[in-house]
């Protein structure tokens, strides 16, 4: 989503030069933070006995389980290269919210969330294009105007536009 942010920044910075174009991450729903950070404490945890665990296992007074042995601690570098891998896969995945939402000058213009899809050119410009030039071609929002903001939460996990 990072390049979809990319590419309406450079459209409407191309269209209208000297408009402020922000990109903020979309908040996380209130149930995922706590299973975003389990996650990751099971990542580091696992990350851990990877590389130690042989030792903690010693530790506790536990003899250390055969598959340790034989799976883990033969291939440390492999395990946790895994764990790395598949770890910060399933963590992005739940950081994802498939949020895309522009607002200009404070309005909502478009909102992937409700529409299921990404705007269109049109859908962007229109709403700009309206401030900018009015209803008949003139410029309502010339050098006398607040300076207008094109701003947007989303971005997968996202940023504002």
């Not at 942010?5 to 908040?27: D, I, K, S």
């Not at 729903?29 to 990542?43: E, F, N, S, T």
């Not at 990404?118 to 859908?123: F, H, I, L, R, S």
């Not at 903001?149 to 996990?157: I, P, R, S």
Request: with cysteine; proline share 8%; charged share 10%.
């Amino acid at each position: 989503m990072r390049g979809a942010f990319v590419q309406v920044m450079e459209l409407a910075r191309r269209r209208y030069p000297g408009l402020e174009v922000v990109g903020t991450p979309y908040p996380l729903p209130a149930w995922k933070v706590p299973v975003v950070k389990a996650l990751q404490g099971l990542q580091f945890g696992l990350l851990g006995m990877c590389l130690v665990g042989d030792k903690v296992f010693t530790a506790l007074g536990v003899p250390v389980p055969a598959w340790y042995t034989q799976n883990v601690a033969s291939n440390r570098f492999g395990a946790a290269m895994g764990v790395w891998f598949v770890g910060n896969m399933v963590v992005t995945n739940m950081q994802n919210t498939g949020a895309f939402e522009v607002f200009f000058n404070g309005d909502l213009i478009f909102s992937k969330l409700a529409e299921g899809r990404m705007p269109t050119v049109p859908e962007l410009i229109g709403p700009m294009q309206a401030f900018f030039e009015g209803p008949a071609g003139l410029q309502v929002g010339g050098a006398g105007a607040s300076r207008p903001g094109l701003t947007g939460a989303g971005m997968g996990h996202g940023p504002e536009l």
